[in-house]
T-cell receptor
């Protein structure tokens, strides 16, 4: 089935630095990917929709200048948390629609736990 | 989008069937019912989806009422590894998935 690989799985960074998270679709192409954020004991919140070759669409309240999304190829989307602060510490998850047999479902990455110190 | 209502938590004995309900009384005709689950500190996992008919796969069964206002996910023989948060999502095809609070299922020995 469709697999989405997310990297890194965990990252610790200092306040003020930037962190890049990669999301790759393995063995299938994804023109659209989705980025979520999940705080402890809360549900997933959609942050933005990443579109290959065009600008991402951000949900209301999500700062596009802080969470930079790049979807330069059909298999890779990146989320860069710029000038990270402790309140950005969270679990970030990407997903992509499947293809073929799995085209009616969405495959999720394993998530990236970001800790800003 | 149709809103879903799920119980906050449920317990189930290992080896027994787990029946997880979901209400979606405002569902529209072109919206599907999807179920995902999230095991602690992992990304969500697709379980099953359906439109009108009941569906079954190797993981679970999905029972949708005739009026489509509610559904039930059935895990026929729950194991400890099925302990997770289960999300019922109603969505038009090829749209982003938006998650509610879900049901925290605890399978007990």
């Amino acid at each position: 089935g469709a697999v989405v690989s997310q990297h890194p799985s965990r990252v610790i960074c200092k306040s003020g630095t930037s962190v890049k998270i990669e999301c790759r679709s393995l063995d299938f192409q994804a023109t659209t990917m989705f980025w979520y954020r999940q705080f402890p004991k809360q549900s997933l919140m959609l942050m933005a929709t990443s579109n290959e070759g065009s600008k991402a669409t951000y949900e209301q309240g999500v700062e596009k200048d802080k969470f930079l999304i790049n979807h330069a190829s059909l298999t890779l989307s990146t989320l860069t948390v710029t000038s990270a602060h402790p309140e950005d510490s969270s679990f970030y998850i990407c997903s992509a629609p499947g293809t073929g047999f799995t085209s009616m479902s969405y495959t999720f990455g394993s998530g990236t736990r970001l800790t800003v110190v | 989008d149709a809103k879903t209502t799920q119980p906050t938590s449920m317990d189930c004995a290992e080896g027994r069937a787990a029946n997880l309900p979901c209400n979606h009384s405002t569902i529209s005709g072109n919206e599907y019912v999807y179920w995902y689950r999230q095991i602690h500190s992992q990304g969500p996992q697709y379980i099953i989806h359906g439109l009108k008919n009941n569906e079954t796969n190797e993981m679970a069964s999905l029972i949708i009422t005739e009026d489509r206002k509610s559904s039930t996910l059935i895990l026929p023989h729950a194991t400890l590894r099925d302990t997770a948060v289960y999300y019922c999502i109603v969505r038009v095809l090829v749209h982003d998935m938006r998650f509610g609070a879900g049901t925290r299922l605890t399978v007990k020995p």
